[in-house]
């Protein structure tokens, strides 16, 4: 089975200053991983994801994560944060037959002034 | 392209009615996801539909989540009857090769 621990459930950083937000996967067959985020009151908007190919994959509003099987990780960055990237951030997991995403519990960033 | 639809956007409903929430996938998807969102559980995928047949209803909670893709174009998912517990959010997500899903804007229930 496959499945997808976020660590921490609240991330706060300052504006201007580098996101983290920490996915690790575990996966039996080579994973397909994804990134969404979720505004107040909205539905799940895909931010990126990895398929194959490169491991380094980028994504809209200035974000980018790095696949590393060594660590099982997908972690998702942003060189400066924004006040508009308050949000909560999911990650997912997905076998290559897609058929079934399987999300983490979530991330909420909150972005200070 | 209008993107995945689903209606009603919010529903408040006493405790023992049926509900009904529906879902328009976009066009040429051939895959059709309903989850659950709460505080407590997270994201639950409850059932999934691949060409209009259910693949995966292994999340369904009980016996009282029932849910049906008649076609391409429409799906539902019923409730009855409905209890407190069932209050969530409850989204749809389509999608077609690896594109990732599109979801709706969700259904908020609330079951008083």
């Known amino acids: 089975a496959q499945s997808v621990t976020q660590l921490g459930s609240h991330v706060s950083v300052s504006e201007g200053a580098l996101v983290l937000l920490r996915c690790n996967y575990s996966?039996?067959?080579?994973?397909?991983l994804f990134w969404y985020v979720q505004y107040p009151n909205q539905g799940l908007q895909l931010l990126l994801k990895?398929?194959?190919?490169?491991?380094l994959v980028k994504g809209i509003n200035g974000f980018e994560a790095e696949f590393k099987k060594s660590e099982t990780s997908f972690h998702l960055t942003k060189p400066s944060a924004h006040m508009s990237d308050a949000a909560e951030y999911f990650c997912?997991?997905?076998?290559?037959?897609?058929?079934?995403?399987?999300f983490g519990t979530g991330t909420r960033l909150l972005v200070r002034p | 392209d209008a993107g995945v639809i689903q209606s009603p956007r919010h529903e408040v409903t006493e405790m023992g009615q049926e509900v009904t929430l529906r879902c328009k996938p976009i066009?040429?998807?051939?895959?059709l996801f309903w989850y659950r969102q709460t505080m407590m559980r997270g994201l639950e995928l409850l059932i999934y539909?691949?060409?209009?047949?259910?693949?995966?209803d292994s999340g369904m909670p009980e016996d009282r989540f029932s849910a049906k893709m008649p076609n391409a174009s429409f799906s539902t998912l019923k409730i009855q009857p409905s209890e407190p517990r069932d209050s969530a959010v409850y989204f749809c997500?389509?999608?077609?090769?690896?594109?990732?899903?599109?979801f709706g804007s969700g259904t908020r229930l609330t079951v008083v």
């Open positions: 997500a389509s999608s077609t090769g690896t594109h990732g899903y599109t």
């Open positions: 996966s039996s067959v080579p994973p397909y």
């Open positions: 990895y398929t194959t190919g490169a491991t």
């Open positions: 997912a997991v997905s076998d290559p037959g897609f058929q079934k995403l399987v």
């Open positions: 066009s040429g998807h051939n895959s």
């Open positions: 539909f691949n060409n209009n047949v259910p693949i995966d």
